[in-house]
Structure formats: C-alpha cells, structure tokens
C-alpha cells in the first residue's frame, strides 16, 4: 500500500525487483482497496539498485464518499498523500544465505505528505507531514517454501498517515510491530498473512490494528497480480472497516 516491496501492509527487508548486485530493477504497481465506508487508490514506481538500495514513490488517494458528508466537508471529500522512501541493505541474503540462521535485514525511510492540513487539524492531528523509520528481517526458507517476516516501525502516522501524525492524544512516536508470512505452492503462486499494529492518536476513535490475508500469483518474471482481504479496524466514525484489495504489478 504505501511502494515500498513487502507485503500489503508491512514493509518486508527484501529489495525490490530481479536485479542482481550488478543490475538495476524497476517496478510499477497500482492497489485499490475497497472498503465498506471508504475507498484507497495507490500507484507508485520503485527501484531496486544493485540489489542493495531500494528507492520508491507512492501517492494514495482515499476517498471518504459518504463519510466526508457526515463529518461536513463533503461527499466524496479525498485525502491524497505522498510517500517517497528509501530502504538498504544492511546484512545478510534472503535467497543465497540458506546455511546461516541471520535474515535478511534492512533499514528504511518513509516521508509521508498529506495536502489536507484544515481538516486533519480538526479532528485533532498535529501535523500533515511526518516521517517513520523502520528495521526490518525477512528470511526465506527455500525447502519448506516459506518466508517470515518481522518489522520494528517507529511512527507518529494516525491510519498510515492518511489522517495526519501525532494527535491530541498523543504527539510522540511509538514502536509499532508488522509481520508477515507467507508460503509458496509453486513458482507462481503464493498465499500469506500480515499484520500491522498501530498508533491510537487521535481523541475522536480508537485505532486498531490492521490485518490481511492475501495470494499473489506470479504470471511470468515481469507480471504478478494480488488479491486480499484486508481488515483495518476502526477508522475515523467508522467501524469495521474490511474489504478487498487488488495489486498489479509489472517489474523490469
């Protein structure tokens, strides 16, 4: 959801794309989530380099529909957000390090920008730009066809930063946990589970965790689709927010 290469909902320590430590890869996606009382849209670019860097850009459009007219800003009232991030490699080969228990780990950035400051002020945000950092290890356990992984955020995001950062009730960041697993049928097909924890900023709701089970399959080297159910709890006056999300994505 927000470009970075993992699964839907937590950002994996794997590089994005095919290339190799001499090469230099590149993916594009588009997502869309739909929701009971709201709708996500999210195409983004990413590039791999080397197979030690990871660069990417998201923008996210998330559109309230009815919601916007309740709160008094009006039907169909869209939050639209950029994400530019940057993830390296630190240690370790997912792929090649099979013989050694160490995971692959990396360290990433994500700058979030949101364009609606007025109305995240007023449900009680403190800002409409914010930053998180994260550290992440995945390993791939090629005999058993299973990959696991597990991801430590720090971030003051209320709903991944669609509704601003820090709150009025509380304005710092926290450590938040994101995992993930998933098992491979074949070369081209793959089911797996995530799950995101979340800070509760914000007086007017209560944040919970986020959750999805998803299968992907891949057509050929260049083209996979994914299709989830994705559970993001409570947002803003709504609850009970689940609902299906597709991913196409082509990779060069």
């Known amino acids: 959801m927000e470009g970075e290469g993992g699964g839907g909902l937590a950002a994996w320590a794997l590089i994005s794309g095919y290339g190799s430590r001499d090469a230099i890869g590149v993916n594009t996606h588009v997502t869309v989530l739909s929701l009971p009382d709201y709708k996500l849209t999210s195409p983004g670019i990413t590039v791999g380099l080397f197979d030690r860097l990871e660069l990417s850009y998201a923008w996210q459009a998330f559109d309230t529909g009815a919601t916007g007219a309740a709160l008094g800003v009006g039907y169909g009232f869209t939050f639209h957000q950029n994400i530019y991030s940057a993830k390296l490699k630190l240690t370790g080969d997912a792929v090649y390090d099979q013989d050694s228990w160490l995971p692959q780990i990396a360290f990433g950035i994500q700058h979030k920008e949101n364009d609606r400051g007025a109305v995240i002020a007023a ?86 965790s986020a959750y999805d089970i998803f299968a992907a399959w891949f057509l050929n080297k260049n083209f996979s689709a994914t299709l989830a159910y994705a559970d993001l709890g409570n947002i803003a006056i709504h609850n009970h927010q689940g609902g299906f999300y597709v991913s196409l994505q082509a990779g060069f």
């Open 123 to 208: 449900v009680g945000g403190k800002g409409s730009v914010g930053t998180d950092f994260y550290l992440a290890a995945t390993k791939l356990f090629l005999a058993q066809s299973l990959l696991v992984n597990a991801t430590v955020r720090e971030t003051k995001a209320n709903q991944f930063g669609l509704l601003g950062f820090g709150g009025d009730k509380h304005n710092a960041y926290s450590t938040q946990f994101e995992g993930s697993a998933a098992y491979l049928f074949s070369r081209n097909f793959a089911i797996g589970a995530d799950v995101r924890t979340k800070p509760s900023n914000l007086g007017i709701a209560h944040e919970g």
